[in-house]
């Protein structure tokens, strides 16, 4: 039988699972790691220009490499695949030895990056020039909600955690930014699909914020928003489940994946390491960073 998407219900259940996973973040694989991120006070100015150049350098050069071993993958993928319908020859062996040897390298390589991305977002943190930058969050501090320093639109440049990119597929490339409500007390995660053929146009996923402290916010995931290309149904919103059953999920797939599971048992939420007009970092409470940039 199929859904009004003209999938089948195992297809959908696997986009739900799919979603579920993303929302959580809470397998990463592949060139995913962690580094303990020093403790510091804040300055009394914005970091060091020269610091946050080089954050964004770092930055740029990590996705681009990404991308790159993404599209290696592929071709490594497709050549496989024609190996294995023409048969095993010689010529195909020393190939798939060539591709192999070229993902190890792109791998050290990329690792590498990440390794000196994360020690520059040590640099810029250690400037943070807010003291306090959930002030606002939802009247959070006494302050106006229009006064907090996360509202707007973000651009995320940097992360490690490998289940919050994308890679260009049969829906295109994807263009991903964050909307920050601070009255509302949303953080809205937002996916949008290159490919005008692709029935799905995008997602939403709304999420939301509760202040503990000055810096830490803690996450609750409420829903999911298809955008589709259709007069029927344009929009489909999933209800998410409590927290408790979101985390138990992810580590049942991350596992099944031969994924990390993430060692904190604080569930969702992240603390705020650098925020100025123009540029974010947190770190999630399971240890994995976020680069944003204001769009808006």
């Known amino acids: 039988m199929l859904g009004p998407a003209g999938t089948s219900r195992r297809g959908w259940c696997r986009w739900v699972a799919a979603l579920l996973l993303l929302t959580q973040c809470s397998w990463p694989s592949g060139f995913v790691g962690r580094t303990g991120l020093r403790a510091t006070p804040a300055s009394a100015g914005e970091a060091d220009v020269s610091y946050k150049e080089e954050l964004q350098s770092l930055c740029d050069e990590f996705r681009s490499k990404q991308e790159e071993m993404w599209e290696m993958m592929d071709e490594q993928e497709q050549s496989q695949k024609s190996s294995k319908s023409k048969g095993k020859s010689k010529a195909s062996l020393l190939q798939a030895e060539s591709f192999a040897a070229q993902r190890v390298e792109l791998g050290e390589e990329l690792d590498a990056l990440r390794n000196g991305t994360i020690q520059?977002?040590?640099?810029?943190?250690?400037?943070?020039?807010?003291?306090?930058?959930?002030?606002?969050?939802?009247?959070?501090?006494?302050?106006?909600?229009?006064?907090?320093?996360?509202?707007?639109?973000?651009?995320?440049?940097?992360?490690?955690?490998?289940?919050?990119?994308?890679?260009?597929?049969?829906?295109?490339?994807?263009?991903?930014?964050?909307?920050?409500?601070?009255?509302?007390?949303?953080?809205?995660?937002?996916?949008?699909?290159?490919?005008?053929?692709?029935?799905?146009?995008?997602?939403?996923?709304?999420?939301?914020?509760?202040?503990?402290?000055?810096?830490?916010?803690?996450?609750?995931?409420?829903?999911?928003?298809?955008?589709?290309?259709?007069?029927?149904?344009?929009?489909?919103?999933?209800?998410?489940?409590?927290?408790?059953?979101?985390?138990?999920?992810?580590?049942?797939?991350?596992?099944r994946k031969g994924g990390e599971v993430n060692p904190s048992d604080r569930g969702a939420g992240f603390k705020l390491l650098y925020v100025d007009e123009n540029l974010r970092i947190h770190q999630t409470f399971d240890g994995l960073y976020f680069v944003q940039k204001r769009l808006a």
């Open 120 to 255: 520059a977002i040590e640099r810029v943190a250690a400037q943070n020039p807010n003291s306090a930058p959930l002030k606002g969050w939802r009247g959070f501090g006494g302050v106006q909600p229009s006064e907090c320093a996360l509202n707007g639109t973000w651009k995320l440049i940097f992360t490690d955690a490998a289940d919050a990119t994308f890679k260009k597929s049969k829906r295109g490339s994807a263009n991903t930014f964050q909307e920050i409500d601070a009255e509302a007390g949303w953080f809205i995660n937002c996916v949008d699909f290159s490919n005008p053929e692709s029935k799905l146009r995008g997602f939403r996923v709304f999420v939301e914020g509760r202040a503990l402290n000055d810096f830490e916010v803690e996450l609750i995931f409420r829903k999911v928003r298809l955008l589709r290309r259709s007069r029927f149904l344009p929009e489909i919103t999933i209800p998410l489940p409590g927290p408790g059953f979101l985390r138990k999920i992810g580590r049942l797939f991350a596992r």
